[in-house]
């Protein structure tokens, strides 16, 4: 426990940086499998995240004017239409920027990356406006529980209950994918070799297509969760986010899917406390210096492997 602290605000801090270091480690997802599969950075994927968040905004107003009123529904068919539509545009990434340039140099496909970046800032831009969105408030509502021993009180919200337990169903049936299933297997495969892999028979341009699918899908559960709970938005929530998430990944070990998920929890929890208890003007500060001690100390990330050359 914090010195000095009230042991209900140590804890309330922490549940903030649950919640928060739940959503980087979602969208680092699919920085750690892009790089994992081809070695490259997706540096649209932060741009795939914020469209997600306004595809949200889009499908909410759908359905309740067609007059799907049942909240459980309700939420159910907007994370289902998002996650497919969000999929869709990760797979137009794969597709446009790094497949045509697939054996050109390293840096190519990289600048066609921040490119479409660029372009998908400026279609939202465009086509929604560019002064903040936001949402109704859906899901309302808080658990409260007495702690310490003078009986502080803690708040959960619903929103950011919800926001932890799909979270961490995500990472668990994305982690089952990948490991129980042909799909993930043929994923691995393409991971460890993919000249190999592409000897053997298996279809590695479907393989590298379905892991940017997969990290699109990811990054839209992100979008609806991080849009239900603060509720606004803008065009350019997708470069500090995307940065964070791809620190989170970087500090876990990129390449490494556990990793993701701890290095956005570890980036969440210190984001949290810094802000609580010293100065939320410095957080981000405070975190890329922490991605930098790791980085000084283990280059590989705290579960990422030391890269070994294939000969």
């Not at 808080?142 to 959960?156: A, D, E, K, Q, R």
């Not at 509720?231 to 989170?248: N, P, Q, R, V, Y």
């Not at 993701?260 to 949290?272: H, R, T």
């Not at 410095?282 to 030391?306: E, M, N, T, W």
Request: hydrophobic share 55%.
């Amino acid at each position: 426990m914090i010195v000095g602290m009230a042991p209900e605000i140590v804890v309330q801090q922490a549940i903030n940086g649950l919640v928060l270091g739940a959503t980087y480690g979602l969208i680092a997802v699919g920085y750690t499998m892009v790089y994992g599969i081809i070695g490259m950075i997706n540096f649209a994927h932060g741009e795939i995240y914020m469209v997600s968040a306004y595809l949200t905004a889009i499908f909410i107003a759908t359905f309740q004017f067609f007059g799907l009123a049942y909240l459980p529904a309700l939420l159910a068919a907007v994370l289902a239409a998002t996650v497919l539509i969000t999929a869709l545009y990760g797979w137009f990434v794969e597709r446009i920027a790094y497949r045509p340039l697939r054996q050109s140099t390293r840096l190519a496909p990289l600048i066609t990356a921040i490119g479409v970046s660029l372009i998908l800032q400026s279609y939202v831009r465009l086509s929604q406006g560019a002064r903040s969105q936001g949402i109704p408030s859906l899901l309302q509502g808080s658990f409260t529980l007495n702690i310490g021993p003078h009986g502080g009180m803690i708040h959960i919200t619903h929103v950011q209950f919800f926001i932890i337990v799909i979270a961490f169903l995500s990472m668990a049936l994305l982690t089952f994918l990948m490991l129980k299933t042909p799909m993930g297997r043929a994923c691995r495969a393409t991971e460890q070799d993919l000249v190999m892999a592409s000897l053997l028979g298996i279809p590695t341009d479907r393989a590298i297509s379905t892991v940017f699918v997969i990290g699109a899908a990811m990054a839209a559960v992100a979008g609806v969760l991080v849009s239900l709970n603060y509720g606004s938005f803008d065009f350019h929530i997708g470069f500090i986010t995307g940065i964070k998430a791809f620190t989170a990944a970087v500090l876990g070990g990129i390449g490494s899917l556990p990793g993701a998920m701890l290095g956005g929890l570890i980036l969440g929890l210190a984001e949290s406390f810094f802000s609580g208890f010293v100065n939320s003007d410095y957080k981000d500060v405070f975190a890329f210096s922490l991605l930098v001690l790791v980085l000084i100390f283990r280059p590989s990330g705290l579960l990422g492997q030391p890269q070994v050359a294939k000969v």
